[in-house]
C-alpha cells in the first residue's frame, strides 16, 4: 500500500510545452515533500522540495505547487526542453519518523524536440 | 553524488549466496539509509541507521540486515539471496551540517544486482 500515489506514469510533451505531474499522500504527519530527477543508470537527484507551510515554490523552471487540505502536490515544468527527459519522483517524509520518506512510483517524461 | 560511494556497482550471484554491498560517504552526514528501487514501485525504504551503531528496519526489511561500524560506511547484507531481491539499490545520506537541512536525502550511483 503505497503512502505516496503518483500520476501518471509516463508523460510525452513537446518542446517547451508544461508537463505537469501529480502527487497525493494520506499521512498528515509528512512535513517534507521533495521531487527527485533521475536519469537511466544514475541516482535519483534532488530538483526542488517544499514544506507545508507555503502553498507553491519556484526554482528556475521547476514549480511545487502544494494543497494542504487535498492532501495534494504536484511539479510543474515550464518551458520544457530534450534535457528534461528523465524519470521524477515525488515523495514525502516527516521528523516525527526518524526521516523515514515514502516515494512515488515515478513518472517517464519524454520531451520530444 | 554528493560523496557517496556504492560498490560493488554491478553484481550477479545465485540464490542461496550470502551477499553485501558497501556504502561509503565521505561528508560526515549522520543518517544514512538503503534502498532498493524497481519498476512500479519508486525506492523503497530496507534500513536506515541514525548514528553509528544505531540501525532500524523500513518498509521492506524482511531478508535484509545491516550494519554501521563508522560513521562513513553503512553495509547492506542480503543473509541468502533469493531471486525477489534481484533490483537496483541506492544509499542515501542525510543530516550533515552543511547538508542544507534535517530532511534532504543525497543519493549514490546505485548497485544493480541480480540473483539468478
Known amino acids: 500500500q503505497q503512502q505516496v500515489k503518483q500520476s501518471p506514469q509516463s508523460l510525452i510533451v513537446q518542446k517547451g510545452g508544461i508537463p505537469i505531474i501529480n502527487c497525493a499522500y494520506e499521512n498528515t504527519a509528512f512535513d517534507y515533500f521533495p521531487w527527485y530527477q533521475q536519469f537511466p543508470g544514475k541516482g535519483p537527484a534532488l530538483l526542488i522540495a517544499?514544506?507545508?507551510?507555503?502553498s507553491e515554490k519556484k526554482e528556475g523552471r521547476f514549480t511545487i505547487s502544494f494543497n494542504k487540505s487535498a492532501k495534494q502536490f504536484s511539479l510543474h515544468i515550464m518551458d520544457s526542453q530534450p534535457g528534461d527527459s528523465a524519470t521524477y519522483f515525488c515523495a514525502a517524509s516527516s521528523k516525527r519518523g526518524n526521516n523515514d520518506m515514502r516515494f512515488g512510483a515515478g513518472t517517464r517524461l519524454t520531451v520530444k524536440p | 553524488d554528493a560523496g557517496i560511494t556504492q560498490s560493488p556497482r554491478h553484481k550477479v550471484t545465485e540464490t542461496g549466496t550470502p551477499v553485501t554491498l558497501r556504502c561509503h560517504q565521505t561528508?560526515?552526514?549522520?543518517?544514512m539509509y538503503w534502498y532498493r528501487q524497481d519498476p512500479g514501485h519508486g525506492l523503497r525504504l530496507i534500513h536506515y541507521s541514525y548514528g553509528v551503531k544505531d540501525t532500524d528496519k523500513g518498509e521492506v526489511s524482511d531478508g535484509y540486515s545491516v550494519s554501521r561500524s563508522k560513521t562513513e560506511d553503512f553495509l547492506l547484507t542480503l543473509e541468502s539471496a533469493t531471486s525477489s531481491q534481484t533490483s537496483v539499490y541506492f544509499c542515501?545520506?542525510?543530516?550533515?551540517?552543511?547538508?542544507?537541512?534535517?530532511?534532504?536525502?543525497?543519493f549514490g550511483p546505485g548497485t544493480r544486482l541480480t540473483v539468478l
Open positions: 517544499i514544506r507545508p507551510d507555503v
Open positions: 542515501a545520506i542525510s543530516g550533515g551540517l552543511a547538508g542544507g537541512g534535517y530532511n534532504e536525502q543525497f
Open positions: 561528508e560526515n552526514h549522520r543518517y
